[in-house]
Nanobody, 129 residues
């Protein structure tokens, strides 16, 4: 059974950086498409970024493009979200999600929550102005 554990959240000032980590266990990580979503207070959970299992594609929400970078280390069974130039509107609980093995989704489909069947518990990111 696949399990995901996020870490790295915290409080940071606007303009600062954080790196979130998501540790994967229970299957072969390299075969899984991974994503980050976030849920701000009073809002629905929203797509942030994804990386296909074969690293053939990464994709970002327009609101984070150029500031956030998703990456994966298949040796460490971990996916990362490097967040730079953080803004108060980035404040949210950030969730890691996975689907696999060897699951292909289109750019559009991989932005949807229902593409993923395993979720982490979330990590809080708070950006102060």
């Amino acid at each position: 059974q696949v399990q995901l554990v996020e870490s790295g959240g915290g409080l940071v000032q606007a303009g600062g950086s954080l790196r979130l980590s998501c540790a994967f266990s229970g299957s072969t990580f390299s075969g899984y498409t991974m994503a980050w979503f976030r849920q701000a207070p009073g809002k629905e959970r929203a797509f942030v970024a994804h990386t296909l299992w074969n690293s053939a594609r990464t994709d970002y929400a327009d609101s984070v493009k150029g500031r956030f970078t998703i990456s994966r280390d298949n040796d460490k069974n971990t996916v990362y979200l490097q967040m730079n130039n953080l803004k108060p509107e980035d404040t949210a609980v950030y969730y890691c999600a996975a689907v696999g093995p060897h699951y292909y989704c289109s750019v559009y489909a991989c932005r949807r929550e229902d593409a993923y069947d395993t979720w982490g518990q979330g990590t809080q990111v708070t950006v102060s102005s």
